[in-house]
């Protein structure tokens, strides 16, 4: 081996270590602020250094991911000439020989699928929304569609990961992850990032994984805490029968002791994970019971909500329990619903989609406005990529199927110092690709 070599051996070996033991040490500090109720990031004499150049509107963010891909030619993008165009093949100019996923590659047609939901205005701006939307457009007013999104993946999973880490590539942090490495909770007995998820009424969604909300590199205390769709939200929340809750605190006194000793002796910041989850999970025993009692709520409350809201782990109970979670502190409130991946009759799937989804987001907007909220809410809807215009399969005046299409898509934004009432973005005649504003 030469002398330099060794030097690079050795250079790695510091690099290792210095890694090692600076997360074991970030993370001692971060728990030592924990365990103190200290709720700042680096105490309170750090000024206004780094300051932002204005004051940041939004407190909080929900983000109601809906996973599968949702249409934009059945639900935004409304296209009106396609009708004429009904059954043509889309044009070589515009859908060019290019990525397509396994399961249209192989077609030798590829013919244009207008839309057969009927579209109207909404609002002062006269915004467009397909009719299995008749909710959500009352809200026209408070929302900004963004038609003009794109990405680079068409398949569901690096998608989806794309859009909650930045990367298409597992193993980054997720989005709720970085805003509780940053900004922490606002409730010592709440943590500051929750994700929850459900089922749509169409079709069986695609599979989420835990890396969706998970803290990557950072330290594993700054990821999601998942609420259950069933049952309690939080296993072992509740002592064990015959245990008090001052035997359960010498319990955890006791074993944070012993997990310390074993962090200190093996350097891994999982263990420190460990501590911080337990010492989390006493404290939700003091705040969860109360938040997921939704019995509180007024009727006319839940009836804004729909017949859904209680049925634990539905989407219309999921978003009754992000705003209850918003009013008391979580900075990130991630829900995931599935059922949007309309490869087939989509004239279906669609409004049976819809009619799982449009009442509760509706009503949850209308929730925070009225309890003024809304304001420094950002709320965001959309999934991971859109549809194709041209069917996938059999088309028929009645019934056609959508691929997936990564080019253009919809989202919309809502709060947190948005403007609403407006549309941003525009795609092409056929809704391939993105025209005007790209995001």
Request: proline share 6%; hydrophobic share 35%; with cysteine.
């Amino acid at each position: 081996m030469t002398t330099s070599d060794t030097q690079c051996d050795h250079l790695r070996h510091n690099r290792r270590t210095f890694l090692n033991h600076s997360a074991v040490g970030l993370g001692t500090i971060a728990l030592a602020s924990l365990a103190k109720g200290e709720n700042k990031l680096l105490g309170s004499d750090t000024g206004h250094i780094n300051a932002p150049p204005f004051q940041p509107k939004a407190k909080r963010v929900i983000y109601l991911f809906q996973s599968g891909g949702p249409s934009q030619l059945d639900l935004f993008d409304y296209k009106p000439d396609l009708q004429n165009r009904f059954g043509e093949e889309v044009p070589t100019s515009v859908y060019p020989a290019e990525r397509k996923t396994t399961m249209t590659s192989g077609q030798k047609s590829f013919p244009v699928a207008p839309t057969s939901l009927k579209f109207a205005q909404h609002g002062q701006a006269g915004t467009w929304f397909s009719a299995p939307q008749r909710h959500v457009a009352k809200m026209a007013d408070d929302i900004c569609v963004v038609k003009s999104m794109y990405t680079e993946a068409i398949n569901h999973d690096p998608a989806a990961t794309l859009f909650q880490t930045g990367s298409v590539n597992p193993g980054r942090p997720s989005m709720g992850a970085w805003v509780s490495y940053g900004l922490g909770s606002e409730n010592h007995n709440l943590p500051a990032f929750v994700a929850m998820t459900s089922n749509g009424r169409a079709i069986a969604g695609q599979p989420l994984y835990d890396r969706l909300w998970g803290a990557g590199f950072l330290p594993g205390h700054f990821q999601g805490v998942k609420f259950r769709g069933q049952g309690d939200p939080i296993l072992d929340l509740y002592n064990p029968n015959g245990v008090t809750q001052a035997q359960r605190r010498r319990m955890l006194d006791s074993l944070r002791k012993l997990n310390g000793q074993q962090a200190e002796r093996f350097r891994d910041p999982a263990i420190l994970t460990r501590i911080a989850q337990y010492e989390l999970a006493f404290r939700m025993q003091m705040s969860v019971p109360e938040l997921i009692n939704i019995n509180s709520e007024t009727q006319s409350t839940l009836d804004m909500y729909g017949a859904q809201v209680k049925n634990v782990g539905s989407y219309a109970y999921n978003c009754l329990l992000a705003r209850r979670l918003a009013e008391r502190g979580v900075r990130f409130i991630q829900l995931y619903h599935r059922g949007w991946d309309a490869h087939g009759n989509a004239p279906a799937q669609v409004p049976t989609q819809c009619a799982g989804t449009d009442q509760p987001t509706a009503a949850l907007l209308q929730d925070l406005k009225q309890r003024g909220m809304l304001d420094d809410t950002l709320v965001i809807w959309g999934g991971e990529f859109g549809r194709t215009v041209y069917c996938q399969g059999k088309l028929t005046k009645t019934t056609y199927g959508r691929d997936h299409h990564p080019s253009c898509f919809s989202y919309w934004l809502a709060g947190g110092g948005v403007r609403g009432g407006m549309s941003y973005g525009e795609t092409d005649d056929y809704s391939v690709r993105v025209v005007d504003k790209p995001v």
